[in-house]
């Protein structure tokens, strides 16, 4: 069965950075695209970052310049490099995996790892 699992949230001061990492399971090949959302209380899911199995890389608005995304697809592992992180960045990180040309509605979620910044 395939799942996801998140690693490496916490509680990081404003301006520092925090690293969350992925790991999937239970698949037989790499997914085309692995990526990550996140959703603030009160908030919607928002689209963090994501990177496709050839190396290309998406960012949201709020997190480009700030937030690198990389993945190994020999390890299925993707993570998320947060640098000069905000107190706005503070939310519930999943990760999400899909295949080409299915919708991140329908992708595979991860359960969520906490990510605090305080000011």
């Known amino acids: 069965q395939v799942h996801l699992v998140e690693s490496g949230g916490g509680l990081v001061q404003a301006g520092g950075s925090l690293v969350l990492s992925c790991a999937a399971f239970g698949i037989s090949a790499p997914f085309h695209t692995m990526g990550w959302h996140r959703q603030a209380p009160g908030g919607e899911r928002e689209f963090v970052a994501s990177c496709n199995s050839g190396g290309t890389t998406h960012y949201g608005d709020s997190v480009e310049g700030r937030f690198t995304i990389s993945r190994d697809n020999r390890k299925n592992t993707v993570d998320l490099h947060m640098d000069k992180v905000r107190p706005e960045d503070t939310a519930v990180y999943y990760c999400?995996?899909?295949?080409?040309?299915?919708?991140?509605?329908?992708?595979?979620w991860g359960q969520g790892t906490q990510v605090t910044v305080s000011s």
């Open positions: 999400a995996a899909r295949e080409w040309g299915i919708q991140w509605s329908q992708a595979y």
